[in-house]
């Protein structure tokens, strides 16, 4: 079993839906990133949270560190959405690095 | 731009043959990692620096990788002996990991093709 989980693999979604990714994992951490990836692109963070919840823009993100668990939420989606999202956990479970999701592939049509 | 550089951004090259990768780190942050990311997959831990010391390898750094960060500012990662199975995308990322913000910026990254 990997030590970050996400759900779903593959997302598809139409312009203006509401989207959720999951994250779980087993390890105990001192943050999580939600990070971003475009085709051939290289990633960008989107958040790093350690507790409840933060916000930027369309993007909500949520963690619950007693359930071990993450929720990387996109309101009013759009086509630029489009990407692959990854959750990556740091922390003293973890050493001094982080470790990955396999991404969640991200795909809203127009 | 003061983000975090890799050069090359793409590099070809054949079975046998030794690449280097360089990486800048933003200025100011001390820590400095080396992750690799193969088509379809989250990226995986290779390596990072503290400074100029490297504190931890992954099992995944065989013998024919080495990391160096001389001056404990900018990093390199050579690979020896260019394997197939190395062809991926090598991903570099710096913290400042100065009181809690230990936030890791990434680099645009380099893909190795190795034919």
């Known amino acids: 079993k990997n030590e970050v989980e996400q759900s779903p693999q593959n997302l598809t979604a139409q312009e203006g839906e509401f989207i959720t990714i999951n994250c779980s994992y087993s390890v105990g951490i001192s943050a999580l990133h939600w990070l971003q990836q475009h085709p051939g692109g290289g990633i960008v963070s989107l958040f790093m949270l350690s507790s409840g919840k933060k916000k930027h823009g369309r993007l909500i993100a949520t963690i619950n560190i007693q359930e071990k668990h993450s929720s990387l939420h996109i309101t009013a989606s759009h086509p630029r959405d489009s990407a692959v999202y990854i959750c990556?956990?740091?922390?003293?479970?973890?050493?001094?690095?982080?470790?990955f999701g396999a991404g969640t592939i991200l795909r809203v049509k127009s | 731009d003061t983000g975090v550089s890799q050069d090359p951004r793409h590099k070809i090259t054949k079975r046998g043959q030794n690449v280097t990768f360089r990486c800048d780190p933003i200025?100011?942050?001390?820590?400095l990692y080396w992750y690799r990311q193969t088509l379809g997959q989250g990226p995986e831990f290779l390596t990072y620096f503290q400074n100029e010391a490297q504190l931890e390898k992954s099992r995944l750094l065989s013998d024919r990788f080495s990391a160096e960060r001389p001056k404990g500012s900018f990093s390199t990662l050579e690979i020896q002996r260019t394997e197939q199975g190395d062809s991926a995308m090598y991903l570099c990322?710096?913290?400042?990991?100065?009181?809690?913000?230990?936030?890791?910026?990434f680099g645009p990254g380099t893909r190795l093709t190795v034919t």
């Open positions: 200025s100011e942050h001390n820590r």
């Open positions: 990322a710096s913290s400042s990991h100065s009181g809690v913000d230990y936030e890791q910026y």
């Open positions: 990556a956990v740091f922390g003293p479970g973890n050493g001094n690095k982080l470790v």
